[in-house]
């Protein structure tokens, strides 16, 4: 008998043949000869005698059995269908119920059901039936058909099922009763979601057939890292409005200010000023003299480096030059975690002094000379006034001075820095010093900015966010110096993305391509702008903008995150979209799915919360059933405090509601902590006793609109925790039969069965929990199951409607 290892080959050889003879066209007896024939002989070597094919029954129904195997006391009987009938297609799962929705209907059922009555009547011991792809088996048992669970194997699809199928049926391992080994019980499942039993659960789609062609647009007017450099992007670009919302309407709540109270002392940034805050300190400022520190505070992505560059080459261009000023802007973001801050910052100021500053130069003559001017008459009368009167050796050992210190790079720096401040004014600006969220580094920079700065006599603005400044405020580093603290507030977001598109749009303008479409057609466009065009019409609208604008919780950093993926996600129809508008579709826009799909899921084709731009408020992973929901009732806790107007409430109050359904104090802090780290809750200090969290902006979509849609539903319901055993059998069947139905309509009605299945099972458990009257009002699930069932009868009566006018 040959192993594994020998005959491994050869099976790939029998796969090779039998696709390239297209079987799916073929009869039963052509994929029998095929495939199912060299499987038995040539791979499981069973020798001639031990097979019958075809051979005559009188069971409960009278026909012929295909094959009957026989090795010593064992009997398998297998029913062969054509590689075209319609078995199960690929999963994950390795067992299935015989009569689940996946075995228990259709041509599969039909064959099982037939093979189960001969293979009684023989006395057999396996029942198995394949269609050369699927092979499906179980032991022949007198227990109700109702827990029998069959084994699936896809041995053309996966290697190590090919090595399942020989390891039970080889000959010589069915002699040594290797068929023992096969139950009829289920496998013990130790991850509960529904993304195990689908086989491409990891699947990527790529990009999009246009991203290729639009990148110079995504670069240079959506990536804010390509708008900082050039002042002609940054008029184009720049927003001078904030964003002013205080209630909003869609979601009647009270949304907080975007200022922490820790630092309501801090004076807020005016953009649309001609002259702000800062510019009227900077032209105060006297050269030479330590100026107060100048802290810029601001939230994550509230555009404190684009305020930074926009203040530098545009807003107060004209006021730098009249000063003959110098700005020396220091990004801590090429320092890294462990890098050396002091010797980053010697190093970055001793490549300013290096640099090219046509307007403002920084030479020999009119710099380095000045401020050595001292220290050479001090040699010349000194310890070198014998080689003073030698011109010529003397430079030499000044030069060799200058030398030594540049290259140790701090004497260097530290003299010439000094001299220039002594002149003119020296502004140096420190930015991304916590884009790492270390404390002990952000220390360290912090320090070491101030110090330098204050040893070389620069006027200095350090860029910080607001969890910093509260993180720091009361360090012996803040306290020991005089600042001078400024608040940005974040711009109005559909007014950043207004003006990136339109600059996209503004480059791309008369460019063409040839876009291959998937079916290898090409399409010709003359300009792709238009793609822009029919962007801006899909993503600032009322229903789509509201997705991006609320996920990115006012943060524009994030909200341009979610359109970059977007734009180039295989999830939305590009090509479809801008031959629509060619055509004359000039209303065209991407519907609500694709917006979501595109922008949250990116380029993979199924949810997982550990890579998706959304979270799953359905699953608190605390891995229990009776705290599955826990994120969902925090947020519920807190919305309802908000439309009473009561924007913070309180860690002791949450733990006093909240834990009642059973949660430890422990479990809601990290509920807490995933849903403030996902911008779903704000809280103005952690570190506080008792720290008061608040809704966000975005945690109110999430509770009050976005839950409610089925797009979310379906995404994240793959990705949840199913801990009873039943429901997870039957949502994980007909999750398999959406896999490979091809009828829209029935599909359709497949998905809709599984969400209103899935959110049953939620309200159980809500139900369960929130049993007692001051918990009612958290309950949520008959709202949501009624909105999701009228989303779904929608689409069902709409692919009906079409079905009807082609039918």
């Not at 199960?88 to 228990?104: D, E, I, M």
């Not at 001078?484 to 391509?513: D, H, I, M």
């Not at 519920?636 to 949660?663: E, P, W």
Request: proline share 2%.
């Amino acid at each position: 008998m040959k192993d594994w290892g020998e005959v491994s080959e050869l099976f790939a050889e029998i796969h090779k043949k039998a696709l390239s003879k297209k079987l799916e066209n073929e009869s039963e007896a052509q994929t029998r000869f095929d495939l199912i024939d060299r499987i038995i002989k040539e791979i499981l070597q069973f020798n001639h005698g031990q097979i019958s094919v075809e051979k005559f029954s009188e069971g409960t129904k009278t026909g012929y059995i295909d094959y009957l195997l026989i090795v010593g006391d064992y009997r398998i009987i297998i029913e062969a269908k054509k590689v075209g009938a319609a078995f199960p297609s690929p999963t994950r799962r390795k067992k299935l119920k015989l009569t689940g929705l996946v075995l228990g209907q259709g041509e599969i059922a039909n064959a099982i059901n037939q093979a189960e009555d001969y293979a009684k009547s023989k006395d057999a011991d396996i029942v198995m039936v394949t269609n050369g792809n699927c092979w499906c088996y179980y032991p022949l048992t007198t227990q109700s058909r109702n827990s029998i669970y069959a084994s699936i194997l896809f041995p053309f699809e996966k290697i190590e099922d090919a090595e399942v199928l020989f390891n039970f049926f080889m000959a010589g391992n069915v002699e040594n009763h290797s068929l023992k080994q096969i139950t009829t019980e289920n496998d013990i499942v130790l991850n509960n979601k529904l993304n195990t039993i689908v086989d491409n659960s990891d699947y990527r789609l790529g990009r999009n057939n246009i991203a290729d062609h639009i990148m110079k647009g995504i670069d240079y007017a959506i990536l804010s890292e390509n708008l900082l450099e050039d002042e002609d992007i940054l008029n184009k670009c720049y927003v001078s409005t904030d964003s002013r919302v205080k209630f909003d309407s869609t979601l009647q709540m009270h949304l907080t200010q975007y200022k922490p109270k820790l630092v309501q002392p801090a004076k807020k940034i005016r953009r649309n000023q001609t002259k702000d805050d800062i510019a009227k300190n900077l032209d105060k400022s006297i050269p030479g003299i330590n100026n107060p520190v100048t802290l810029l505070i601001g939230s994550v992505g509230s555009g404190k480096s684009t305020y930074l560059k926009h203040f530098e080459l545009v807003k107060s261009k004209g006021l730098l030059e009249e000063k003959n000023a110098h700005w020396i802007y220091i990004d801590f973001e090429k320092l890294g975690k462990d890098g050396n801050a002091r010797n980053f910052i010697y190093n970055a100021l001793n490549e300013y002094l290096l640099k090219d500053k046509p307007k403002n130069e920084t030479t020999f003559e009119d710099t380095i000379k000045p401020a050595y001017k001292e220290e050479i008459k001090s040699l010349a009368k000194g310890p070198y006034a014998l080689l003073a009167k030698n011109k010529e050796k003397f430079e030499e050992k000044i030069i060799e001075l200058i030398d030594k210190d540049f290259r140790d790079v701090e004497p260097y720096v530290n003299k010439v820095f000094r001299y220039l401040a002594s002149k003119k004014l020296c502004v140096l600006v420190i930015d991304n010093v916590d884009l790492y969220e270390d404390d002990v580094l952000e220390t360290k920079v912090f320090s070491e900015s101030i110090s330098i700065s204050k040893s070389i006599k620069c006027s200095t603005i350090v860029s910080l966010r607001d969890t910093t400044f509260i993180k720091h405020r009361n360090n012996s580093i803040f306290n020991a110096y005089e600042l001078k603290k400024f608040w940005v507030n974040p711009p109005s977001f559909k007014e950043v993305l207004s003006k990136r598109l339109n600059y996209a749009k503004f480059l791309l303008k008369g460019e063409s391509a040839e876009i291959e479409l998937n079916n290898n057609i090409k399409l010709s466009v003359d300009d792709l702008s238009v793609f822009f065009s029919i962007v801006q019409k899909s993503v600032l609208n009322e229903y789509n903008g509201k997705l991006i604008e609320y996920l990115s919780d006012r943060n524009p950093r994030k909200g341009i995150h979610l359109i970059q993926n977007f734009l180039t996600s295989g999830h939305i129809q590009a090509d479809k979209a801008i031959r629509n508008y060619i055509e004359g579709d000039a209303n065209f826009v991407f519907p609500f799915h694709e917006v979501f799909k595109g922008s949250i899921l990116g380029q993979w084709k199924y949810y997982k919360e550990n890579r998706a731009e959304a979270i799953n408020i359905f699953d608190a992973n605390l891995g229990a059933q009776s705290l599955q929901l826990t994120r969902l009732y925090i947020l519920r806790l807190l919305q309802a405090r908000s439309k009473m107007g009561i924007s913070d409430v309180l860690t002791s109050d949450i733990y006093k509601t909240i834990s009642k359904i059973g949660v430890t104090h422990e479990s809601i802090d990290k509920v807490l902590l995933i849903l403030k780290n996902n911008s779903l809750i704000h809280t103005n200090d952690e570190k506080a006793n008792d720290p008061s969290y608040n809704i966000t902006l975005c945690g109110g979509y999430y509770i009050g609109s976005l839950s409610h849609l089925m797009i979310y539903i379906e995404s994240i319901l793959m990705d949840s925790n199913i801990y009873e055993e039943e429901v997870f059998d039957n949502l994980a069947d007909i999750t398999q039969e959406i896999e490979y139905e091809r009828d829209l309509l029935i599909r359709m009605r497949k998905r809709k069965d599984r969400a209103i299945k899935f959110l049953d099972y939620l309200k159980s458990t809500e139900d369960k929990v929130l049993h007692i009257a001051e918990l009612k009002d958290l309950k949520i699930l008959d709202s949501i199951i009624n909105d999701i069932n009228n989303e779904f009868d929608k689409a069902i009566s709409k692919i009906s409607y079409r079905q009807s006018l082609t039918s």
